[in-house]
């Protein structure tokens, strides 16, 4: 991508709010697969200034587009060597088995080990309409995976085992009974708790 996305206001202090709120296990926009980016143009650049932001006040190292109910195939990430935006991405190829503790900022509070591809090779195009193209490996790998299932409209409750599963079922069960906590409020106009 090109610049580094500023979020400081016109006076320069810095803006802490994240713009978006991130939409949670139950709402029907995280099953939807995301459409092709046609155009990439000042909208495009707007989305992913503010999915960084909303990712860094989690804080998170990625975030996919449908994560915040907008369906278009984009996700951001930053995996400690700053903010980087993918359109389009694709995964091309991918090697080996990595097992890893993986969690989603749309099923907050739970993670599991999971084994995916160790290795994979994206291509994407980014901010500037230029082709990138990663040989990812262990976390960014991961990061990779884990994202472009969002667009496919996959979350990782996919990749669970029987008794991973059944655990995580129980645990979402069980909060819904218990009603949304204030941080999952937004849960209530989406429809509550849809259990695949
Ligand atoms: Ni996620």
Same mark, same amino acid.
């Given at each position: 991508m090109g610049a580094v996305p500023s979020f400081h206001s016109a006076d320069g202090t810095?803006?802490?709010?994240?713009?978006y709120t991130i939409r949670v296990f139950g709402d029907p926009v995280l099953k939807q697969r995301a459409s092709e980016i046609e155009n990439i143009d000042g909208t495009l650049v707007r989305l992913s200034e503010d999915m960084l932001a909303t990712m860094y006040d989690e804080p998170g190292i990625g975030l996919a587009a449908p994560q915040v109910g907008v369906q278009k195939r984009l996700f951001v990430y930053d995996i400690g060597e700053g903010p980087r935006v993918l359109v389009?991405?694709?995964? #091309?190829e991918t090697d080996g088995e990595w097992l890893f503790d993986e969690g989603c900022l749309s099923i907050p509070g739970l993670s599991f080990e999971i084994v995916r591809p160790k290795t994979i090779h994206l291509v994407a195009h980014d901010l500037d309409g230029n082709e990138v193209s990663i040989e990812a490996d262990e976390l960014e790998a991961r990061l990779f995976q884990h994202e472009f299932d969002h667009l496919d409209g #996959?979350?990782?409750?996919?990749?669970?085992?029987d008794d991973q599963r059944k655990h995580a079922l129980r645990v979402l069960r069980d909060r819904a009974m218990a009603g949304p906590p204030a941080a999952l409020d937004h849960r209530e106009k989406t429809g509550g708790l849809h259990l695949p």
């Amino acid at each position: 991508m090109g610049a580094v996305p500023s979020f400081h206001s016109a006076d320069g202090t810095l803006i802490s709010m994240a713009p978006y709120t991130i939409r949670v296990f139950g709402d029907p926009v995280l099953k939807q697969r995301a459409s092709e980016i046609e155009n990439i143009d000042g909208t495009l650049v707007r989305l992913s200034e503010d999915m960084l932001a909303t990712m860094y006040d989690e804080p998170g190292i990625g975030l996919a587009a449908p994560q915040v109910g907008v369906q278009k195939r984009l996700f951001v990430y930053d995996i400690g060597e700053g903010p980087r935006v993918l359109v389009n991405p694709e995964i #091309v190829e991918t090697d080996g088995e990595w097992l890893f503790d993986e969690g989603c900022l749309s099923i907050p509070g739970l993670s599991f080990e999971i084994v995916r591809p160790k290795t994979i090779h994206l291509v994407a195009h980014d901010l500037d309409g230029n082709e990138v193209s990663i040989e990812a490996d262990e976390l960014e790998a991961r990061l990779f995976q884990h994202e472009f299932d969002h667009l496919d409209g #996959v979350l990782m409750l996919e990749h669970l085992d029987d008794d991973q599963r059944k655990h995580a079922l129980r645990v979402l069960r069980d909060r819904a009974m218990a009603g949304p906590p204030a941080a999952l409020d937004h849960r209530e106009k989406t429809g509550g708790l849809h259990l695949p």
